[in-house]
């Protein structure tokens, strides 16, 4: 059974609800902190005494839900807490989970290291038999590395003080949920993979166990409001990865879509040789295809246009970590609000609490990587993601493969760069990425790199960004898409950053981005290291927002050939004030007059 949560535990809810077991111990709430400005104190005796300071996890110290608000440059920092592992969970082994470090973290417990992990987007596990069993206390020392010098995948953080240009407060140590989890000591099942196939009406499922014993099985339920559906079960005493087929009936299909975000419950079971369940984990499933067909991108075999907004996830007092669940909910709603049907999740992996709300509200997304901060400076060789890149990427899709709000991958994003006639770590890293994407999960389309530089001629989709703002001289960029001559990214003096256009579906994937500050709209002009700043000559009026807007929009929904747009952006982020919303998720404009113009039916929806 699950011990009762304080009501004083921020960020209460369970963190991986597609793969939920029953007990848990949510570990949110004040630890012991210290700030290591240089990266000194292991060699101080940080690991081995009490701390000088507390924080709230899951806030990182940056931010002021944590209690802190340090927003200068820290090398490393510190956590302690004394954790007595519930006694009721004895027989079990322990798992101690982070959802997400940033960026390098070396975890102990009872002094005895128990995980390192890089990677500040990704979610990490330590095990903790032999080192700290249910009765015992367990002393959880965290020190989490965040250098601001050489590249790492940052994001938006900034690596100057101050937020500068689209650059934000950094995110330092610990900013998802940390948790305990009891699990079967002997054998018990990993991270579940469900695979819709609407072609078939079934879902395939992969359950990857820990060890195969004798006479053990797999079984899945599948059950809908009517109750139980189908199942079926498999020996897991052969294979380590037993792989079953839940065909549902045609009287039971019930398709997964914006218009109509049907979940299936899911139950797997681990059983023993006399039937008894071993291990147990409730998820749910959406039946839904992603296509390619020509330029359009086919949500379960029907052209669905992608209105997509941009969010970056950031939040003025969480940073990076929502205040609430409830929050990760509002976000969802305000994009539906203003006519928005998904999002593009930008330079950051999001909470995986996100995606199961878009999951069960209909919400399309990409899921993308926090790829920014690999800049060296170096011309023409210039962009250096290293082999980590590919290690945490795979750890988000491997984490996010489930989901069925997910409809695409996009590993990279605007990673500019000359296409010269020598291959340079960034072509390798592109192509690794890309490759790995679609070897990890080969039923979603991918675009190698969003907006520039594209170097995988096979992408699934060709992409590009444009913040132009005359709507004539929009239009007359977007115009040759139809004659296989898109609009495509270059560099300065139209130096060629991508790989040409092979007839693949095509979209912008940013555009807008218009500035608009109520509060300085008399006094200050857009510019990019001011306290404020937008694209383009500044708006006006609200009305004049609108009906840029509008126009910019239409030229997007009028082409028969773009499957989609992506606008920025959801809300304001610290001195970029180009959002629908504030920063604080406060209305900047009639949400009803955006999301009429939004709704009309697109060009490649209405043609054959």
């Not at 610290?574 to 900047?588: A, H, I, L, P, T």
Request: proline content about 6%; hydrophobic content about 35%; overall charge negative.
């Amino acid at each position: 059974m699950s011990r009762p949560l304080p009501t004083d535990v921020p960020r209460p809810e369970y963190p991986r609800p597609q793969f939920a077991r029953a007990a848990w111990l949510n570990l949110n709430g004040r630890w012991q902190f210290e700030v290591d400005r240089a990266d000194s104190g292991l060699e101080r005796g940080l690991r081995d005494r009490d701390l000088t300071g507390e924080i709230t996890v899951p806030f990182c110290p940056e931010s002021e839900l944590s209690g802190i608000g340090d927003t200068d440059f820290m090398e490393a920092v510190w956590y302690r807490r004394t954790v007595t592992v519930p006694a009721e969970w004895a027989g079990s082994d322990v798992l101690l989970h982070f959802g997400a470090v940033d960026q390098d973290a070396t975890v102990w417990v009872n002094g005895t290291e128990v995980a390192r992990h890089r990677g500040g987007f990704t979610p990490f596990t330590a095990e903790l038999r032999g080192v700290a069993a249910p009765g015992e206390d367990a002393v959880i020392v965290v020190r989490a590395r965040d250098s601001r010098h050489g590249p790492q995948a940052r994001g938006k953080q900034a690596t100057w003080y101050a937020n500068t240009h689209c650059h934000y407060t950094r995110t330092t140590g610990i900013w998802q949920t940390v948790w305990l989890e009891p699990v079967p000591a002997r054998t018990r099942f990993k991270r579940p993979r469900i695979i819709p196939d609407l072609g078939s009406g079934s879902f395939h499922l992969e359950l990857p166990v820990t060890a195969n014993l004798p006479g053990h099985r797999v079984r899945a339920v599948l059950s809908d409001e009517r109750g139980e559906v189908v199942r079926a079960e498999a020996r897991a005493d052969l294979d380590l990865c037993p792989r079953l087929v839940l065909t549902v009936p045609q009287d039971r299909v019930r398709t997964w879509s914006p218009a109509d975000p049907h979940l299936y419950d899911l139950r797997l079971q681990l059983l023993d040789t006399g039937g008894s369940v071993v291990d147990e984990a409730t998820s749910y499933a959406g039946l839904r295809s992603v296509a390619l067909h020509g330029k359009r991108v086919l949500l379960n075999g029907e052209p669905v246009f992608q209105r997509l907004v941009l969010d970056q996830g950031y939040y003025p007092d969480g940073l990076m970590t929502a205040p609430s669940d409830a929050d990760l909910v509002r976000d969802i709603e305000l994009g539906r609000r203003a006519g928005f049907n998904g999002a593009r999740l930008h330079q950051k992996v999001f909470e995986e609490r996100y995606l199961f709300h878009a999951d069960r509200l209909g919400y399309l997304v990409w899921g993308e990587f926090g790829d920014w901060g690999c800049e060296t400076g170096v011309r023409d060789d210039n962009q250096r993601p290293d082999a980590s890149y590919v290690t945490q990427w795979l750890e988000a899709l491997e984490r996010d493969h489930s989901h069925p709000s997910i409809i695409g991958w996009c590993p990279l994003n605007e990673t500019y760069q000359h296409l010269h006639d020598r291959i340079t770590g960034l072509d390798d890293v592109t192509r690794a990425m890309f490759v790995a994407t679609k070897q990890a999960d080969p039923s979603r389309p991918v675009i190698d790199a969003s907006g520039y530089a594209h170097r995988v001629p096979e992408t699934d989709v060709y992409d590009s960004h444009c913040y132009e703002q005359n709507i004539e001289a929009f239009a007359k960029t977007m115009s040759g898409l139809a004659e296989d001559r898109p609009y495509i990214n270059t560099g300065p003096g139209g130096r060629t950053w991508s790989v040409p256009y092979r007839g693949q579906p095509y979209f912008c994937s940013e555009f807008g981005g218009i500035w608009w500050d109520p509060a300085t709209a008399d006094t200050a002009a857009g510019d990019e290291t001011g306290t404020s700043w937008g694209y383009g000559e500044r708006p006006r009026s609200a009305e004049e927002v609108i009906a840029r807007f509008t126009g910019l929009v239409d030229v997007l929904l009028e082409d028969p050939d773009m499957f989609g747009y992506c606008y920025t952006q959801l809300t304001d982020v610290f001195q970029e004030r180009n959002g629908v919303y504030g920063f604080d998720r406060s209305e900047k404009f009639d949400t009803a007059a955006l999301r009429r113009v939004q709704q009309r039916a697109a060009a490649c929806e209405t043609t054959g």
